[in-house]
């Protein structure tokens, strides 16, 4: 059954038309990550959840955008994205309370832009 | 020099060959090692996971963990062509949420 869940599995937007990704999970962990992955390069952390508490990465673009209504929701806003933001990306979950955990990935959401 | 190293790809092997995957980490406070495999278009699928220095075995899979020379390994013995996959190394310190990811290798196995 899967456990992170992305939606949808393929988008295509327009350059400079906002976009949403979201993903949900079911293993009611309490932090949650955006990474962005592009074609044979490692996962880039875009941002990450604690519970509320949102934590940016220095080198992510104001363009990116996060929302965590609840546990089990969190959403990737992209404001006006650029050609250079097609990529894969990638919503992962751990249990920070339960030491130090691995990271569930769900299966990514592929974004093109037109 | 970047924090985490894997060696550079793609390996092609025949099926049934034994493939050995290797990173180094440059971070001494990296506490707990993973294991990551993906598919083409697909999200990574972890693999191993390990917390001290050893082996952890687990089927065909084989995890090695050498703090003293900051050397980690994954062996896939018998592999099979369902292997073919990329695979990624990932670290974290103790207390961290966050992993740092090798660039990943591109296997194939060959039928």
């Known amino acids: 059954d899967a456990m992170v869940i992305q939606n949808p599995r393929y988008q295509v937007t327009q350059f400079g038309k906002p976009v949403t990704l979201s993903c949900s999970q079911t293993?009611?962990?309490?932090?949650m990550y955006w990474y962005q992955q592009k074609s044979s390069q490692a996962p880039k952390l875009l941002f990450h959840?604690?519970?509320?508490?949102?934590?940016n990465e220095a080198d992510t673009p104001d363009n990116f955008q996060s929302r965590r209504p609840n546990t089990s929701f969190c959403f990737l806003d992209i404001r006006s994205p650029g050609l250079g933001d097609a990529a894969m990306y990638l919503c992962?979950?751990?249990?920070?309370?339960?030491?130090?955990?691995?990271?569930?990935f769900g299966d990514g959401t592929r974004l093109s832009i037109l | 020099q970047k924090e985490v190293e894997q060696d550079p790809g793609p390996l092609s092997v025949p099926e049934g060959a034994i493939v050995s995957l290797n990173c180094t980490y440059s971070n001494s406070a990296f506490q707990y090692f993973m294991w990551y495999r993906q598919y083409s278009r697909k999200g990574p699928e972890l693999l191993m996971y390990t917390y001290s220095s050893g082996n952890k075995e687990d089927g065909r899979f084989t995890a090695q963990v050498d703090k003293s020379s900051k050397y980690i390994s994954l062996f896939i013995r018998d592999s099979q062509p369902s292997d073919s996959a990329t695979y990624l190394c990932a670290t974290g310190g103790s207390g961290s949420e966050k992993l740092v990811f090798g660039k990943g290798m591109k296997l194939t196995v060959n039928p």
């Open positions: 293993l009611n962990h309490n932090v």
């Open positions: 992962a979950t751990t249990d920070r309370d339960s030491g130090n955990q691995p990271q569930h």
């Open positions: 959840y604690y519970d509320k508490d949102f934590n």
